[in-house]
């Protein structure tokens, strides 16, 4: 997978790269590591679930070499190596892991199983813990972003129904969020969808 402005002037192969690896049968969320490249320098990107934009970006590297010089592997340039190893970090930290056989930097594929619902069964809306609110946002809100209702069933499960005004008390909670920076909302046909807050230059992706 390779987004490109001009002709790369290193090539891609695999590697031993150090990772932490799943094997097909745990998969559950996919995610793609693309190398962009300009005419100096690259970069990797993260794409998630199929989404046209990525969610993480790799830190820059150099990628021209003067044509009199012999063609690079990828996974031999220093730079790219350390920047693909960054970006590996940042997934883990995701909940990600590498899928077995996705050895090589450019098309590395990055898998994270899918959770299991976390019931509450008995706990008030409001008595839930702020780190359960967020993990319940951050795995259904995707590229489009989530609704109270939804985020209520992540939590609650077959139990939602049982809770009165479980999309009125959650969508409460997620709007006390929103003053605190913690998540962001979005009104799309009049409905508000909820995502969690950038977090910064995870979210940037550098412009060339």
């Not at 790369?8 to 690896?21: D, I």
């Not at 320098?41 to 970006?57: I, V, Y």
């Not at 997934?91 to 450019?106: K, V």
């Not at 809306?125 to 995707?142: H, K, N, T």
Request: with cysteine.
């Amino acid at each position: 997978m390779r987004r490109s402005g001009t002709g790369v002037v290193c090539q891609s192969r695999g590697s031993r790269v150090q990772h932490e690896s799943t094997s097909q049968g745990e998969r559950g969320e996919e995610c793609v590591v693309a190398l962009w490249h300009g005419y100096v320098t690259g970069q990797f990107l993260a794409f998630r679930g199929g989404a046209a934009e990525p969610f993480l970006s790799s830190r820059t590297f150099r990628t021209w070499r003067p044509p009199w010089q012999r063609r690079v592997v990828l996974e031999e340039l220093p730079a790219a190596a350390a920047a693909f190893q960054e970006l590996a970090v940042e997934l883990f930290a995701y909940g990600f892991r590498t899928a077995d056989g996705s050895d090589a930097f450019d098309g590395c594929v990055f898998v994270r199983a899918q959770p299991e619902t976390v019931t509450l069964r008995g706990v008030r809306p409001a008595s839930i813990a702020e780190p359960f609110l967020l993990r319940a946002l951050d795995q259904v809100a995707g590229e489009s972003g989530a609704t109270a209702a939804e985020v209520g069933r992540a939590l609650y499960g077959d139990d939602a129904p049982s809770v009165q005004q479980l999309p009125q008390r959650i969508g409460s909670r997620l709007r006390r969020l929103q003053l605190q920076g913690k998540v962001d909302r979005r009104e799309t046909n009049g409905v508000n969808r909820w995502f969690p807050a950038a977090s910064g230059k995870k979210d940037r992706v550098t412009a060339h």
